[in-house]
């Protein structure tokens, strides 16, 4: 056995049915790697076997969030500082290829030298709970923007007594003539219009639903951030969800932008000096804050102004936006914190 004095860096490349966990020292020397079950008794066994090489700095893990989530909890639970690691690195790729083993490796790497990595987020079971209605919700309205368009296309090709019937309804009230239509074995065509009016008629009580739950969580968990002008209850927990009940790990409202992909980047020149959007970070935040900004440049007037010096001052339209992105991410910043306090989850 090693000597127990050791310390090193465990990394482990997740899977959905096995994760596989490598060892390093704590000077990059490759110690040993194994596969384990994705399970409870898998994590056990895989920080048993970790342990028995020496004391554990930290971890490196892929894909936190999604297959090695059950991982990184419990490490964390184990008291181990755990890091989500990104892709890996392409050039090492193309030099080395590519294994469960490499990857592996290369995460215990990045873990060591804390770069390609970032303190992994934690989430409370209210919060899986959260973006679990939130995935649930984005797929509802995507299923129902998808059959309103193709009851709208289907009406496209009806006979032109029926079409010219149709036609010119907008959606309520096409849903609503085409529910109402008596089938029959002869008439396909009103089967299917019906059918798919059903469709969008169940999509609206379970879209109102998964609404409902979002706004009571976001009323019980963010009142502050949801106070905000042009946020409303699906950006304040979007926002919730992406960066984690433990927002400690970013140190400043910076590094909260860089998350939401706001942060200005320079693409400057000799001569040419300027930056651009981010288009890095958390898209759906990044998404939040672009609606929120929208709101504002029509419903603020204290916005529009600003908007309006910035492009007196010779910027761009785009470029007045993404300054103004990057002062409501402030905001969301400092609100989300006194939020996450209040409720006494930050650590």
Same mark, same amino acid.
Request: glycine share 6%.
């Given at each position: 056995?090693?000597?127990?004095?050791?310390?090193?860096?465990?990394?482990?490349?997740?899977?959905?049915?096995?994760?596989?966990?490598?060892?390093?020292?704590?000077?990059?020397?490759?110690?040993?790697?194994?596969?384990?079950?994705?399970?409870?008794?898998?994590?056990?066994?895989?920080?048993?076997?970790?342990?028995?090489?020496?004391? %554990?700095? &930290? /971890?490196?893990?892929?894909?936190?969030?999604?297959?090695? *989530?059950?991982?990184?909890?419990?490490?964390? =639970? $184990?008291?181990?500082?755990?890091?989500?690691?990104?892709?890996?690195?392409?050039?090492?790729?193309?030099?080395?290829?590519?294994?469960?083993?490499?990857?592996?490796?290369?995460?215990?790497?990045?873990?060591?030298?804390?770069?390609?990595?970032?303190?992994?987020?934690?989430?409370?079971?209210?919060?899986?709970?959260?973006?679990?209605?939130?995935?649930?919700?984005?797929?509802?309205?995507?299923?129902?923007?998808?059959?309103?368009?193709?009851?709208?296309?289907?009406?496209?090709?009806?006979?032109?007594?029926?079409?010219?019937?149709?036609?010119?309804?907008?959606?309520?009230?096409?849903?609503?003539?085409?529910?109402?239509?008596?089938?029959?074995?002869?008439?396909?065509?009103?089967?299917?219009?019906?059918?798919?009016?059903?469709?969008?008629?169940?999509?609206? %009580?379970? &879209? /109102?639903?998964?609404?409902?739950?979002?706004?009571?969580? *976001?009323?019980?968990?963010?009142?502050?951030? =949801? $106070?905000?002008?042009?946020?409303?209850?699906?950006?304040?927990?979007?926002?919730?969800?992406?960066?984690?009940?433990?927002?400690?790990?970013?140190?400043?409202?910076?590094?909260?932008?860089?998350?939401?992909?706001?942060?200005?980047?320079?693409?400057?020149?000799?001569?040419?000096?300027?930056?651009?959007?981010?288009?890095?970070?958390?898209?759906?935040?990044?998404?939040?804050?672009?609606?929120?900004?929208?709101?504002?440049?029509?419903?603020?007037?204290?916005?529009?102004?600003?908007?309006?010096?910035?492009?007196?001052?010779?910027?761009?339209?785009?470029?007045?936006?993404?300054?103004?992105?990057?002062?409501?991410?402030?905001?969301?910043?400092?609100?989300?914190?006194?939020?996450?306090?209040?409720?006494?989850?930050?650590?």
């Amino acid at each position: 056995m090693a000597e127990t004095a050791r310390r090193i860096i465990m990394g482990a490349d997740t899977h959905k049915q096995f994760h596989t966990v490598a060892v390093i020292s704590k000077t990059g020397e490759r110690l040993a790697s194994k596969s384990f079950d994705a399970n409870t008794k898998g994590y056990r066994q895989a920080l048993t076997w970790t342990r028995s090489f020496g004391e %554990v700095m &930290r /971890a490196g893990v892929e894909s936190c969030g999604t297959y090695g *989530a059950g991982l990184c909890v419990y490490l964390k =639970k $184990s008291s181990i500082e755990v890091y989500d690691v990104y892709a890996a690195d392409k050039q090492k790729r193309r030099r080395r290829g590519k294994d469960d083993t490499e990857d592996a490796f290369q995460a215990a790497e990045a873990a060591l030298s804390l770069e390609r990595c970032a303190v992994a987020k934690d989430a409370s079971a209210m919060l899986e709970s959260l973006s679990l209605l939130k995935m649930a919700y984005a797929q509802t309205v995507k299923h129902r923007t998808a059959t309103v368009n193709a009851l709208k296309a289907a009406v496209v090709s009806l006979p032109d007594a029926l079409r010219s019937r149709l036609r010119h309804m907008g959606t309520p009230e096409l849903v609503r003539t085409c529910c109402a239509f008596r089938t029959s074995a002869d008439n396909d065509m009103k089967l299917v219009l019906r059918t798919m009016a059903k469709r969008i008629q169940y999509l609206d %009580v379970e &879209r /109102a639903l998964l609404d409902k739950k979002i706004e009571s969580y *976001a009323d019980a968990l963010l009142p502050c951030t =949801k $106070s905000l002008l042009g946020i409303g209850h699906h950006g304040a927990t979007t926002f919730l969800c992406a960066a984690g009940q433990n927002i400690e790990r970013m140190k400043s409202e910076s590094a909260f932008s860089m998350l939401c992909g706001t942060s200005p980047l320079p693409v400057s020149t000799s001569n040419n000096y300027h930056h651009r959007l981010n288009r890095g970070g958390n898209r759906k935040a990044n998404s939040a804050v672009h609606t929120m900004a929208i709101v504002r440049i029509k419903g603020c007037e204290k916005t529009q102004r600003f908007v309006d010096k910035k492009m007196s001052e010779g910027k761009s339209k785009k470029d007045a936006i993404r300054i103004l992105k990057r002062y409501l991410v402030r905001e969301v910043y400092k609100a989300l914190r006194a939020d996450i306090a209040a409720l006494g989850l930050a650590g």
